[in-house]
């Protein structure tokens, strides 16, 4: 996916959706850091091995992740998870997403 310039990360937002679980619930969770903490967030998103992303794995009642990072409103990054992959650094990225976001995750 196209790189947008560093100009455009004052609108950088990372979005975490976990879908399924025994009542098939969506939530979400959206982290829109500051520009003071832009480079850590630059780091975590790519320790993550986003060509590398395995596909998402089925299962009855198993959560689905869906990971999206945007840049000038413009997605540029996204990965599909089986909840037993999220792990190593997705795990660190989901995880610090949940923490940045608003205290009570978006339902659908």
């Known amino acids: 996916m196209p790189q947008p310039d560093a100009a455009n990360d004052e609108h950088f937002a990372v979005v975490v959706v976990r879908s399924g679980g025994l009542a098939g619930l969506q939530k979400q969770w959206r982290a829109e850091p500051d520009p003071a903490r832009l480079a850590q967030w630059r780091e975590l998103v790519e320790s993550c091995p986003w060509d590398a992303a395995p596909s998402a794995s089925s299962g009855a009642d198993r959560y689905?992740?869906?990971?999206?990072?945007?840049?000038?409103?413009?997605?540029?990054?996204?990965?599909?998870?089986?909840?037993?992959?999220?792990?190593?650094?997705?795990?660190?990225?989901?995880?610090?997403?949940?923490?940045?976001?608003?205290?009570?995750?978006?339902?659908?």
């Open 64 to 108: 689905q992740w869906r990971i999206e990072v945007h840049r000038g409103g413009i997605a540029v990054r996204r990965a599909r998870l089986g909840d037993g992959q999220v792990d190593g650094p997705w795990r660190t990225l989901v995880d610090e997403v949940r923490r940045a976001a608003p205290s009570t995750p978006r339902s659908r």
